[in-house]
């Protein structure tokens, strides 16, 4: 299993300062992704991230991935209260049309 | 962006009945779907990847026989929790791949086993 692992597992802060996310995996990927999930909703897709590419913006986003460690991270800059949810990383790898392997997800609260 | 449709959001039935979802995906065609479970406080565990006329794979320790997955369409795949016990309370989700390869999810179907 390449199933991410997230870290920390929660994060509060207070808004306005920045949320750094991290994401470990075990095995080669094509891509990697992150997710946001509200409490007991679907998932959003924020941004994705390919095996080739080392850092991604979107928006208050940014995404960095080291394949040479296997680790990813999300910083979301400028926190707000609707920024409080669950965000997970999820991997494919190169064979064929794979699903995502999920991490176990960080769960950050921006306290307003 | 492509929509993911799930169906029902939530459901409440008794232990020994059945229970379906659907899962459409509106506004492309998913030749594969994939159906997750979700504990709470949990991440996502894959159950099985379904295949347009096909049948479906199942990852390891999930029973085919309890989780009947069938997907029928380009639009549409339905996975049926059959003979329900509390256990199987829990939030299920799909996801479609779209045309770019992104996944899109459903807004989930929270199951409650009485």
């Known amino acids: 299993s390449q199933q991410g692992e997230e870290d920390p597992q929660a994060l509060s802060i207070q808004e306005g300062e920045n949320a750094t996310m991290n994401c470990s995996y075990k095995?080669?990927?094509?891509?990697l992704q992150w997710y946001r999930q509200n409490s007991g909703r679907g998932l959003v897709h924020l941004i994705l991230?390919?095996?080739?590419?080392r850092e991604k913006h979107s928006g208050r986003l940014r995404v960095t991935l080291d394949t040479s460690k296997k680790s990813s991270s999300l910083l979301i800059t400028a926190s707000r209260a609707a920024d409080t949810a669950s965000y997970f990383c999820?991997?494919?790898?190169?064979?064929?049309?794979?699903?995502?392997?999920f991490g176990k997800g960080t769960r950050l609260s921006v306290i307003a | 962006g492509a929509v993911v449709s799930q169906h029902p959001s939530w459901v409440i039935c008794k232990s020994g009945t059945s229970v379906k979802i659907e899962c459409r995906s509106l506004?492309?065609?998913?030749?594969?779907m994939f159906w997750y479970r979700q504990f709470p406080k949990q991440s996502l565990m894959l159950m099985a990847t379904?295949?347009?006329?096909?049948?479906?794979?199942?990852e390891q320790g999930v029973e085919k026989d309890k989780f009947l997955i069938n997907h029928a369409s380009l639009t549409l795949s339905t996975l049926t929790v059959t003979s329900a016990h509390p256990e199987d309370s829990s939030f299920y989700i799909c996801?479609?791949?779209?045309?770019?390869?992104?996944?899109?999810f459903g807004e989930g179907s929270r199951l409650t086993v009485l």
């Open positions: 996801s479609a791949r779209g045309e770019g390869g992104e996944l899109f």
């Open positions: 095995t080669s990927i094509n891509n």
């Open positions: 991230i390919r095996s080739n590419e």
């Open positions: 999820a991997t494919t790898s190169y064979s064929g049309n794979t699903p995502l392997v």
């Open positions: 506004d492309f065609q998913a030749t594969t």
């Open positions: 379904s295949n347009e006329g096909s049948k479906a794979t199942y």
